[in-house]
C-alpha cells in the first residue's frame, strides 16, 4: 500500500477542512496531494492572486458597464474602504492602539503582513509627527489591471485611498503624501509613502 505524505499546509490547516466530505471512491489522499498547496508560499501567493484577479475582473467590468471612468472611481472607494474597516477592526482588536502616526504605521505594517505579500517595507523615519517608508516588490493590482489592460485607468497608486481611509478613520488630522518612484512593466514598484501632522 503506498502511503501519500499530506503537505504540511494540509495538517496547519486542517481545522478549514474539518467538515469536507469525500465519495468513498474518491481518493481523499490524493486529491489533497494533487492539489492543495505544498507550501505557505505558495498557499498566500495563491491567496494574493485571487485577490488582484477578484479586484481586475470587477473594474474591468465596471469600465464595460459604467464607462471608464468609473474604473478609477471604483478603485479609489472599495480602496478607502478597505483602509477604513482595516483602521477599525485594528482599533477593535487592539484596545491599546492610541490612534495617530505610529498607529498608521502599525496598521501598514499588519497590511503588508496579512494581505500584500509582495510588498515589503523600508521604514525612513517614525516619530508622532512624521512617518516616512518605501513600500517596494511587485505590485498586484498593476499586474492584474496591465493584463486587462485598464492599468491605464488607474491613479498609481491604487494603495494611497487606502492609507487614506486608514487615516480619516482614526480622525486623525494629516497630510498623505504618495509618490511612485518606480513602476515597471513587470509591476515591481517602489513607493514613498510619507504622513506628517498639518
Not at 523615519?125 to 512617518?131: A, F, G, K, S, T
Request: aromatic share 10%.
Amino acid at each position: 500500500m503506498n502511503s501519500i505524505q499530506l503537505p504540511e499546509t494540509f495538517m496547519a490547516l486542517s481545522d478549514f477542512r474539518k467538515n469536507d466530505v469525500y465519495l468513498p471512491e474518491m481518493d481523499q489522499d490524493q486529491i489533497i496531494s494533487d492539489f492543495f498547496p505544498a507550501t505557505f508560499t505558495e498557499l498566500t501567493q495563491r491567496l494574493s492572486d485571487i485577490t488582484g484577479a477578484f479586484y481586475g475582473g470587477l473594474l474591468k467590468q465596471a469600465g464595460k458597464l459604467y464607462g471608464e471612468e468609473a474604473v478609477n472611481e471604483l478603485s479609489t472607494a472599495f480602496m478607502y474602504d478597505l483602509g477604513s474597516k482595516m483602521a477599525l477592526r485594528n482599533l477593535e482588536t487592539k484596545p491599546g492602539l492610541q490612534p495617530g502616526i505610529v498607529a498608521i504605521a502599525k496598521i501598514l505594517i499588519g497590511a503588508v503582513f496579512t494581505s500584500s505579500p509582495e510588498y515589503n517595507f523600508d521604514f525612513k523615519e517614525l516619530n508622532d509627527h512624521r512617518v516616512e517608508l518605501l513600500i517596494k516588490g511587485v505590485d498586484r493590482y498593476h499586474k492584474i489591471t496591465q493584463s486587462l489592460q485598464i492599468a491605464g485607468l488607474l491613479k498609481w497608486p491604487v494603495i494611497e485611498p487606502f492609507i487614506q481611509g486608514a487615516c480619516d478613520t482614526m480622525g486623525l488630522d494629516v497630510l498623505l503624501e504618495m509618490k511612485v518612484l518606480k513602476l515597471n512593466p513587470d509591476s515591481s514598484c517602489a513607493y514613498k509613502v510619507i504622513v506628517t501632522e498639518k
